[in-house]
Every structure is written in C-alpha cells, then in structure tokens.
C-alpha cells in the first residue's frame, strides 16, 4: 500500500509540473541529444569565396572595350549546389573560388553589360556585383545561362560557370558584351 500511495504522489508531482509549465506557455520538454552535427540549413551556408583569387584570372575592362565581346575560355561546374546563393540559381560551382573577375571602369558612354556563357552543356552562371548583390540564370539563349545589367555598375564583378547536373566540369566560354546576344 505505501509504495501504490508514493507512485501516486509522484504521478500527481509530476502532473502538477506539467499544468505549470503549460500555464507559463511551455510544455515539458525531453532533452535529446543526437552524435550527430546539425544539417547544415541553406541560411547556414557559406556562400562562394568572391574574396578569393578568380582560376582563370581578371578582365579589366572599360565600357566601350574592343573587340567586344571578350572571351575567356573556362571549365564550368564544381561540386557545391548554387541554389543556396540566392534567387534564381542553379547548378553546380566551385565555391572555393570564382572562374573569373570583371573590373569595369567608366567611359564616355553607359552601355548595358551583358555576361552570359556559352558550351555545349547545360551551364549555369552566378556573379557577384560590384554591390554584393548576387546574379544567376540558367538558359537566357537556349541552354546557355547570362544577366544582363541595363544600367552597370562601375566595380568587381565575381563570376562563376556552373553546369546543371552534378558531375565533371565542361568546357565552355565566358563571354562580356555591351552588344546583346545574337540569337
């Protein structure tokens, strides 16, 4: 009989945490600790290193530049998912480092800028603007991805060439025009 009345107690000490914690707007709560890390959440990801030196070097370039456009052959692809960059993004980059790097100075006249990629895999492209603003497409001209800036900033612009599916890097051609794609 007194172990059923000190189970008893305990049921109704336990219960009566219970009510206060729910009265507080808390429930009772289990502490479960996993071996685990947490998944790393796509706000938790560090985005592309812009900071770092671009593989395939730096174009300086001024608005009105020749022979427009500029070229700059590069493997696309990488082994981190771009969607976490921001809106729009697609594919598959190198986070490590950007594939290129774009000084564009001013000049007499303001043309739009229009970076887009070229190859004969489904490529993706992510820029960083000279405002830390990040830029993605995929498929402006078929499967070839590019942004157009109407109206440019003056700066560093960070480029990557990513391609669609996961797998080895292709071959393809950066390429920065003031004179649209010709379809």
Not at 130 to 136: A, E, L, M, S, Y
Request: charged fraction near 20%.
């Amino acid at each position: 009989m007194r172990g059923t009345l000190a189970a008893a107690a305990l049921l109704a000490a336990l219960a009566a945490i219970g009510v206060a914690q729910a009265q507080k707007g808390g429930a009772p709560q289990a502490q479960v600790q996993s071996r685990f890390p947490p998944k790393e959440t796509a706000a938790q990801q560090t985005p592309p290193d812009w900071r770092a030196e671009p593989r395939y070097g730096t174009a300086n370039l001024r608005v009105g530049f020749e022979p427009d456009p500029h070229e700059v052959a590069v493997e696309a692809g990488g082994s981190r998912q771009a969607d976490a960059v921001g809106p729009n993004c697609a594919g598959w980059i190198d986070f490590s480092r950007p594939d290129l790097d774009l000084n564009y100075s001013q000049g007499d006249q303001q043309y739009p800028l229009y970076i887009s990629a070229v190859s004969d895999a489904d490529t993706t492209i992510v820029i960083n603007d000279p405002n830390g603003n990040w830029h993605c497409n995929d498929d402006l001209d078929g499967v070839n991805p590019g942004v157009v800036f109407q109206r440019p900033l003056y700066g560093n612009y960070n480029i990557w060439i990513g391609t669609l599916e996961r797998g080895p890097t292709h071959r393809a051609t950066v390429r920065i025009s003031e004179v649209p794609p010709r379809r």
